[in-house]
């Protein structure tokens, strides 16, 4: 039996100024948590509207950038979140990627495994009301001291995408972030978990695995398919999502797209994506295969499967009308 159900934030064709009325009705209907993500949106802002207004839901952020954002930044935030909804937040951070690192924001996407340690520590020390004092290998910060309580410890989680950071996510936080995999390649993620908390003496059941997984309810296949074609052209040759899935074993399989990517022709990589991928990495169909979907992905090991609902609609009305109805459609089996 799954006991999480989360859902990612916020959502699309829907304004944060409506988004309180969704997360109560969302809560009602099962969701046990809301993820946020570091993108459009600043991830702690549809999560302080949640937190007004739930009463049982964790929340989280999957991710804050360790390369974006700044130790004392993360830390504030974090207590912020912590103080709203108290033993309810959960804090993600990950490195993000050279698109989001270097193109959006003008920083250098240089160690992340070390950055991302380094921010994690001095997090760590900030939410625990201690004065920061981290002298790393990509970052050097002393001095910073939360006046506010944190009213509970607040887990810190690490997203990882290949076996070095998530074995560091072991080490170092209290559970692994992850997305674009198979429900099939949960078990490769499980299984690194698992041998690293032995080897650093801890309860593997203690690390949480939590996972976005793409999901369209719908009975349009067709474009729902070609929609997750043009996500995956988009995302997967992102270096660190084209490592990833290298050491998934898709490598061969996607070679052609990267080759088409690389030279530029982008037509060419969206042809060139494999049907057996859409088919691996996301969920398409009836609002009951999409729940066993989502099943077969905690079956492997995942703890926390949080939906992202893909949409299909394109003009606004017709988008928030189908986000609502994807919400229901979607909601853990009562």
């Known amino acids: 039996?799954?006991?999480?159900?989360?859902?990612?934030?916020?959502?699309?064709g829907i304004s944060l100024a409506d988004h309180a009325r969704i997360f109560r009705s969302a809560e009602a209907l099962g969701y046990t948590d809301f993820w946020s993500y570091e993108s459009d949106v600043d991830p702690?802002?549809?999560?302080?509207?949640?937190?007004?207004?739930?009463?049982?839901?964790?929340?989280?952020?999957?991710?804050?950038?360790?390369?974006?954002?700044g130790p004392a930044i993360i830390a504030m935030g974090a207590q912020a979140m912590?103080?709203?909804?108290?033993?309810?937040f959960c804090l993600g951070?990950?490195?993000g990627s050279n698109v989001?690192?270097?193109?959006?924001?003008?920083?250098?996407?240089?160690?992340?495994?070390?950055?991302?340690?380094d921010t994690v520590q001095a997090v760590r020390q900030a939410l625990d009301g201690q004065t920061t004092n981290v002298v790393g290998r990509t970052l050097s910060v002393s001095g910073f001291r939360l006046t506010r309580p944190v009213p509970a410890r607040v887990p810190i989680y690490v997203a990882g995408l290949q076996e070095r950071m998530v074995r560091q996510a072991v080490r170092i936080s209290?559970?692994?972030?992850?997305?674009?995999?198979?429900?099939g390649d949960v078990g490769k993620i499980a299984g690194v978990v698992r041998d690293e908390a032995r080897a650093v003496e801890k309860d593997p059941a203690s690390i949480?695995?939590?996972?976005?997984?793409?999901?369209?309810?719908?009975?349009d296949r067709a474009r729902a398919r070609e929609m997750f074609k043009r996500a995956i052209t988009a995302y997967l040759n992102v270096p660190v999502y084209r490592r990833f899935q290298a050491w998934l074993g898709r490598e061969e399989v996607l070679r052609e797209m990267h080759v088409r990517w690389d030279i530029g022709d982008r037509k060419g990589a969206l042809a060139a994506v494999p049907e057996e991928t859409i088919d691996d990495?996301?969920?398409?169909?009836?609002?009951?295969?999409?729940?066993?979907?989502?099943?077969?992905?905690c079956d492997n090991g995942v703890t926390i499967p949080i939906i992202r609902l893909m949409n299909l609609e394109t003009e606004p009305a017709a988008r928030e009308a189908e986000t609502l109805r994807m919400i229901r459609e979607a909601a853990p089996a009562r």
């Open 93 to 95: 951070i990950g490195a």
């Open 174 to 183: 209290d559970g692994v972030i992850t997305n674009w995999l198979s429900a």
């Open 1 to 12: 039996m799954i006991r999480r159900w989360g859902l990612t934030v916020p959502l699309d």
């Open 281 to 297: 990495l996301v969920i398409v169909g009836s609002p009951e295969e999409c729940r066993a979907g989502v099943q077969a992905y």
């Open 82 to 88: 912590a103080e709203a909804a108290p033993g309810r």
């Open 100 to 117: 989001t690192v270097e193109r959006w924001n003008g920083g250098q996407f240089d160690k992340p495994l070390a950055r991302v340690t």
């Open 208 to 219: 949480a695995i939590a996972c976005r997984i793409f999901v369209c309810p719908t009975n």
């Open 44 to 69: 702690f802002v549809p999560l302080a509207i949640a937190a007004g207004v739930t009463e049982r839901a964790m929340l989280g952020t999957a991710i804050v950038g360790a390369f974006t954002r």
